[in-house]
């Protein structure tokens, strides 16, 4: 009966990545990720859209008991939402990209959110539909692409295997294992929110100046601007100082004299 | 059609353990473990009694396409047949067991079944049947025992999730963690002086809008923005394009009509 099993609940670390499932199309996939997740000490499900609904009783019957992931999971109408409240966004794909992004192993991917959950900063993973995958709207939302180094010629693994292979690599992480280079000292990372936020300002903006030429070029523009942004692992304060040099620069436009920035406190 | 598919053969490692199912009941998890194993680089599947016989429609339609696996999967009267000719037998089991055997996590057997292959020693994995798992006459014929270090509270795995570990475990072992983190391949970096020609464009148009605020505050707000941007690791064509960003949203300042960017060919 629902929210009346337990099994596994002690476990599940608070300090553990989110894990959510853009377009999940089988139900049988959820339930079998909801009880990989537990299996690993996971319990933070969120899912974009799923295509047969939520809850889903295909879900239930593949989860084999992990009611307590199944019974707090979570639905979000696109992946900017299921994301928004997360410091570092990985995503997972196999399929190399033409975009400019920080690539890194299970192994890693597991030390950097086990390092970031002790600085406060949250973590999810981010897994795309099972056939068709993420859209490139959605992988530009994410900071770092987890690759798994599989056979290349047999590379596709069903969805809730690729949930188990991150899952288990956390469960088996240690921070000490990160290169502490990697590791931005005393910054407050921003939300993916907040950065969101910047790239609609920024973006704006330049729409307002004729920067994207045509609207068939301005996509492409748009996700490679915000890909070099991404890969900055800005800090609260630098969006809000962002903010600041776009109206700043913009701001002028309208009224020919100088106007200050409206936030900025970086020097302070 | 039956042996007509050959993804994923060619790297099929030789020296890669086999992989022993005894007593499945499900030809579904046998067709997902055929699918983890080439997943990974393993070839050798072998099968002690499965309950609906061998070959299994229903494991066709679960290994997507991991033909060269079951084309080459063998079944045997008991496990061990199985492992007759094997130098090493690890067993796989979640439940302690009134045995003084050795126990070790899916990362030291990886590690030890590489060393062994070396030596030319062939090892195989035994998994027991979804329900019963392995009867002690089974466990004995193995000299160590493979747990995996899950949730406590909720620890079984699904039978081709538990073969994914170890094979995943086996095939991320003894190499270097793939670790792409400096630069994705395909980028031409800027030089120093194409980021500091940058840097100075965007300051010298922030001069003119009074965004410094001060002569004192400029330095420490200059060295903050540089640093955000060199952290990005700029391509040149990424310098190319935000100096266009910086000429789009400043140049109308002056001009008051749309100023197309100068330089700017990401789209090209």
């Known amino acids: 009966m629902a929210g009346t099993d337990n099994r596994g609940a002690n476990d599940i670390d608070p300090h553990a990545p989110s894990i959510v499932l853009v377009g999940p199309q089988l139900g049988e996939n959820i339930g079998a990720s909801a009880r990989a997740m537990l299996n690993c000490g996971l319990g933070d499900l969120r899912l974009v859209a799923p295509r047969d609904g939520w809850p889903s009783p295909q879900a239930e019957a593949s989860a084999s008991g992990a009611r307590a992931v199944l019974d707090a999971t979570r639905c979000f109408d696109d992946m900017a ?39 406060g900063e949250r973590s999810c993973v981010v897994f795309g539909r099972e056939r068709t995958g993420l859209f490139n709207d959605e992988v530009v939302l994410a900071g770092t692409v987890i690759t798994m180094p599989l056979n290349p010629g047999f590379a596709s ?41 910047l790239f609609e300002h920024l973006e704006g903006a330049l729409d307002l100046t004729g920067f994207f030429k045509t609207d068939a070029l301005r996509p ?33 436009r309208k009224h020919q004299v100088p106007t200050p920035a409206p936030v900025d406190d970086e020097a302070s």
């Open 157 to 197: 693994l069903n969805l809730a295997q690729a949930v188990l292979l991150i899952a288990y690599a956390w469960r088996t992480s240690g921070a000490e294992a990160l290169d502490e280079r990697t590791i931005p000292s005393g910054r407050a990372l921003a939300t993916n929110a907040e950065v969101v936020g």
């Open 81 to 119: 939402a299921a994301v928004a409240d997360q410091q570092h966004v990985y995503v997972t794909t196999a399929r190399p990209r033409d975009m400019d992004k920080r690539v890194v192993d299970p192994h890693v991917a597991a030390a950097e959110i086990r390092a970031a959950a002790q600085r």
């Open 220 to 252: 492409v523009m748009v996700r490679n601007l915000r890909n070099l942004f991404q890969r900055a692992a800005l800090s609260d304060q630098e969006v809000r100082s962002l903010h600041g040099v776009v109206t700043a620069l913009s701001g002028l």
